[in-house]
């Protein structure tokens, strides 16, 4: 229904945007799939070698923040649409360093709305702006029977999601002034191939397998509802296809763990792969000093997405965290790439 479309997708080097760009190029050959990222630490290419030289996927290096650049891409390219995922991801560093989320997150942002209501000059016919978000934006919840739905208020507790709620604002309010056909999906914590280590899942996994201490936080009480990432991909592809305009779908895999029972599990699951004495690997944990303004538990009520857009995760969490276990074995290489230089003194800062 939107065919020969020009997609510009933000961020596609990093972790869920590499699994959007790659299922975009590979399912729609129609499409042309123009990817820009800034290659941060967390960008990687190698995330897209399969793909790279595919005759409808075109890679620009550039950084969202930069106005003249931004507007200089769409005057050449003049997208029909946008699927915006770049940003700085990592809540303990927005923690150390705030003005870069701000500047990525908000001001990048908002160059990509002024860039896209230039080129399209309010003739909005199939054209789409969709907004990345996350479930952080709506704080934390206490009772444990509530969720967040597309109405939960938003009550953001980090610079990172502060800077994310901002950025939903702004595209909401272009769509109130502007017209602008956005869409925006909020979605819960992801997990899968090309992770950044320097996030839950994979961090645990790699200490695992490396027999290296498992920094847990505070009481390891916080609870997370987990998603495997190509589920979101596949989400992503349904709201951008399906999604009303000026709509927002929450994303989840009603799938919730407390950090401390999720470290436990990968603990086994580990154990039994590798072949160690069950037990042998809980004896690395270890609980280090809580973030500060930590929230305390994140749930989505996914069920607008389900009954509307008749989307569900394809896999279980069992079978999702088996096959991101899986990726990291047999990506050792990947792995070391990634960590050497700056990440170590990250780390070293972070929790040693
Ligand atoms: P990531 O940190 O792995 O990737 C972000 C990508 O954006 C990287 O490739 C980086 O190089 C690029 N980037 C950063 N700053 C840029 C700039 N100024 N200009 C151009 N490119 C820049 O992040 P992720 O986990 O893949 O998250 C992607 C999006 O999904 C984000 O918007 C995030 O808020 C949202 N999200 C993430 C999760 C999650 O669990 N990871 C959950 C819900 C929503």
Redesign the pocket.
Known sequence: DKPNQKILI??G?????SHVVKRFVLKYPNYKIYN?????Y??NLENLKDIESLPNYTFIK????NENFIFNLFDTHKFDSIIH??????VDRSINEPLAFV??NVI?TLNLLQAAKKIWKRNYINKRFYH????EVFGSLVNNNDFFTEETNYDPSSPYSAS?ASSDHFVRAYGKTYDLPYVISN????YGPN??PE?LIPLFINNIIQNKPLPVYGDGNYTRDWLYVIDHALAIDLVFHKGKIHETYNIGGFNEWKNIDLVKLLCDLIDQKLNREKGNSKKLITYVKDRPGHDLRYAIDANKIYKELGWKPSVTFEEGLEKTIDWFLENKEWLQNVTSGSYREYYQKQYL
């Open positions: 933000t961020g080097a990093g972790f869920i945007g820009i990222d800034a290659l941060t967390a960008g550039g950084d969202i923040v995922l770049a940003a700085e991801s990592h500047k990525t990048g990345i978000s996350t479930d994310k979605c819960s914590n992801n992770q950044f996030k």
